[in-house]
């Protein structure tokens, strides 16, 4: 699910944050975590809720080390509801509409356009050297069973390392209305990785995101760089063994 169908009852931590501002649901993701805009217009906040497990206090740490660097949404606070059981983060409104906003999926090759030039650009803008955040292939496999090891088997030799973004499906970029990337969220899972980490998601994220036919190539382009077949594939089983296919379009 991506745009709630139906709305989503509001928590009181959200009706909190309002403090009488209208509250709208305007993603749900497939965990059941849920994003309400709070108000309209440049004045507007966004909150997440998730269930309590979710760690918002590590996608607030990211986002502020990345927000001197690049367009991201500035924190405004996170935390757990008094009763303890959901994790909330509070954010202030980035300009633009998420690619994957209707007006975007009528205007696929702009969109992919957007998302892969975005890339380029997070991916040149956040400095490796002075990032604390580790998202390599390494890190990512200690959380796997030994099972789930030694069935991706040893990670490609890294191809140019790079502040990944983490989580680099479709629906985390925005875009302005001349069709071009003005934002990113969702920086849950930011930190040092080989740039096909990413690339590998954002191109696997296009199908669900824009069906019908093959964006790669042009998010390819976009991005500036030639399909590398061994790392795509090699990271996109590695971003499956972590579950995330079923629910790849509402990420
Ligand atoms: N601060 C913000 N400014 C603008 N849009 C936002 C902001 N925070 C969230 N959104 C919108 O809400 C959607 C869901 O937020 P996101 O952080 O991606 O949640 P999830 O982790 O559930 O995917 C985003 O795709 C974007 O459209
Ligand atoms: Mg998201």
Same mark, same amino acid.
């Given at each position: 699910m991506t745009y709630p169908s139906s709305p989503p009852p509001v928590p009181t931590i959200v009706h909190r944050l309002a403090d009488g501002r209208r509250v709208r649901a305007v993603w749900v993701n497939g965990d059941g975590g849920v994003t309400f805009r709070l %108000? !309209? %217009?440049? !004045?507007a906040e966004f909150v997440k809720v998730a269930d309590a497990t979710v760690d918002f206090a590590a996608e607030a740490r990211r986002l502020r080390w990345a927000a001197p660097h690049l367009t991201v949404p500035p924190v405004l606070g996170f935390g757990v509801d008094e009763a303890g059981d959901r994790a909330w983060l509070h954010t202030g409104a980035l300009p633009g509409l998420s690619a994957v906003h209707p007006r975007w999926l009528a205007a696929p090759e702009v969109a992919v356009r957007a998302v892969g030039a975005g890339l380029r650009v997070l991916h040149d803008r956040l400095p490796v050297w002075s990032c604390p955040f580790d998202w390599s292939a390494t890190n990512r496999l200690d959380r796997l069973s030994s099972k789930g090891r030694a069935q991706l088997g040893e990670p490609p030799p890294i191809d140019r390392l790079v502040v990944c973004? %983490?989580?680099?499906? !479709?629906?985390?970029t925005l875009i302005d209305d001349d069709g071009r990337c003005c934002g990113h969220v969702d920086f849950g899972e930011l930190g040092v990785a080989d740039r096909w980490a990413d690339l590998a998601v954002a191109t696997l994220s296009l199908g669900w995101n824009y069906p019908g036919r093959s964006w790669e190539a042009e998010l390819f382009t976009a991005y500036g760089v030639r399909p590398d077949p061994v790392r795509i594939d090699y990271y996109r089983r590695l971003w499956r063994a972590f579950d995330h296919t079923s629910d790849a379009a509402s990420r």
């Open positions: %108000g !309209s %217009g440049i !004045s973004h %983490g989580d680099a499906c !479709s629906p985390n």
